[in-house]
């Protein structure tokens, strides 16, 4: 059982490119969400996806674009990088939306420089 | 006030000793509470969940303390293998699917 999978684990950018960060998770759970990693500032919300089919955004969105393409896999899109979005990136799925159900299960993470 | 905060650490522990740290929350209407362990360069692992009553899992103990609203993590006879870092988590709004809150973790080192 994978759990949840992400690709790649590192990758290098130059501003201005663009890339997908990819993410399945193969545990059925309904959720999905895409969390940064910065040091001194602790995990914080990209975006999340409470069902296929839908998602919003989290607490720093701005710089990202997200699709849920299915129940199994949500990515997470860079259009124009900036050094602003080096950073570890996380995808964590949950099982449902309220109460101590919604443990979060997280990929291996993909660090990502922008230089 | 931030929505989680803790204290970064880090703190340094002798083996076998007993370490508590607590962990605050700004939002009173908030339901759900975690701990996740992190090692280094990996990701956040679920270390338990924190029940109103208070709740233990081997050596560790959570506890939930809605009045002063902040939750607390303790390890007895601490491992060498308890050295890493140890974020909170918080789930804050009722129904939705918006994930969780985390502090941004204290540091634990457990020395031989």
């Known amino acids: 059982n994978a759990g949840v999978t992400q690709t790649p684990k590192f990758q290098v950018l130059k501003t201005g490119q663009s890339m997908t960060l990819q993410c399945a998770q193969d545990m059925n759970h309904n959720s999905m969400y895409w969390y940064r990693q910065d040091p001194g500032m602790g995990l914080r919300l990209i975006y999340y996806?409470?069902?296929?089919?839908?998602?919003d955004k989290g607490e720093v969105p701005n710089g990202y674009n997200v699709s849920r393409l299915n129940k199994r896999e949500f990515s997470l899109r860079l259009e124009s990088a900036a050094p602003s979005q080096t950073s570890v990136y996380f995808c964590?799925?949950?099982?449902?939306?309220?109460?101590?159900?919604?443990?979060?299960?997280f990929g291996s993470g993909t660090q990502l420089s922008v230089l | 006030r931030k929505e989680v905060e803790q204290d970064p650490g880090p703190f340094n522990v002798p083996e076998g000793a007993t370490v508590a740290f607590n962990c605050t929350y700004s939002n009173s209407a908030s339901q759900s509470f975690f701990w996740y362990r992190q090692d280094c360069r990996k990701e956040p692992k679920l270390l338990m969940s924190?029940?109103?009553s208070g709740n233990e899992d081997g050596r560790f103990t959570a506890q939930l303390n809605r009045a002063s609203q902040y939750i607390s993590l303790l390890i007895r006879d601490s491992k060498l293998s308890d050295s890493a870092t140890y974020l909170c988590a918080v789930k804050n709004s009722g129904g939705g699917a918006d994930g969780l809150t985390f502090g941004k973790g204290t540091h634990l080192i457990i020395q031989p």
């Open positions: 924190v029940y109103s």
């Open positions: 964590a799925s949950s099982e449902v939306g309220t109460g101590h159900l919604e443990k979060l299960f």
């Open positions: 996806s409470a069902s296929e089919g839908t998602t």
